[in-house]
């Protein structure tokens, strides 16, 4: 028996199965296996049979398969996360990331920096909590948050491009969110996070709502998808032949 994992991220477990609905009929000899690896969905894929060499081609064509139909949604197809995968298109394009976190509290940091060699990409992080460390530390104009708030597209767009000046980071990174039990109101319920990606062709604001029971557990989620917006942005500027 021969084995592969694809990592995925952005469905959910129902959908990721309708996506690659058909594939045991599809590709007979296949059994596969939905893992949920909270924030990730693991997609393992055994090729059974006696002729090692037949089974290989075989994982190989189902495991193209299962990436066409995921498209975007495909992290890795060696089971790597999200981190991982980033510091290697990061140092593959000789690129650099710091990051301002708000309601994530160093998460994003913790996970970039869990990989040997991060230094090599990894710049800078710091935890911009209150609005006065946004204002004062990253250059936030306090009209910004005073029109907007701390939890908004153009505050976490300033955030990014602050953190990315101050740093001379290729990419600067910023997360400012709602992740709960308190906090919510009716326009930025618990679960809103608003995510800022500076880079050299411009600065990009987004905003999600992803909310789960426990407070820990939207931190996980805000973090993986900022992280999901940047390997997004790497996987186009490496498409693009971008060099920084």
């Not at 990009?204 to 942005?233: D, H, P, Y």
């Amino acid at each position: 028996c021969l084995t592969n994992t694809i990592s995925t991220f952005g469905l959910t477990e129902s959908a990721t199965g309708e996506r690659i609905a058909g594939l045991v009929e599809e590709f007979p000899g296949i059994k596969l296996g939905l893992r949920a690896k909270f924030p990730e969905i693991h997609i393992k894929l055994y090729a059974y049979g006696d002729d090692p060499i037949r089974l290989k081609e075989l994982l190989s064509k189902t495991s193209d398969w299962v990436l066409e139909k995921m498209g975007k949604s495909v992290l890795s197809v060696t089971g790597d996360s999200m981190a991982s995968v980033i510091g290697d298109l990061l140092r593959r394009q000789k690129s650099s990331i710091a990051v301002a976190e708000s309601c994530t509290g160093g998460l994003v940091a913790h996970w970039l920096t869990d990989s040997p060699g991060a230094s090599d990409y990894f710049i800078f992080s710091g935890v911009t909590y209150s609005n006065r460390a946004k204002i004062d530390l990253l250059g936030v104009l306090s009209e910004t948050i005073e029109r907007f708030g701390a939890v908004h597209e153009e505050t976490a767009k300033e955030m990014a491009k602050g953190v990315r000046r101050i740093t001379g980071a290729t990419y600067g990174l910023s997360i400012s969110g709602i992740a709960g039990p308190d906090g919510g109101t009716e326009a930025k319920p618990v679960g809103t996070v608003c995510i800022g990606l500076a880079a050299p062709d411009g600065v990009e604001g987004r905003r999600f709502n992803v909310s789960f029971e426990k407070r820990s557990m939207n931190k996980v989620i805000f973090a993986e998808t900022a992280l999901n917006l940047l390997r997004i942005k790497l996987l186009k500027a490496g498409q693009a032949g971008t060099i920084s």
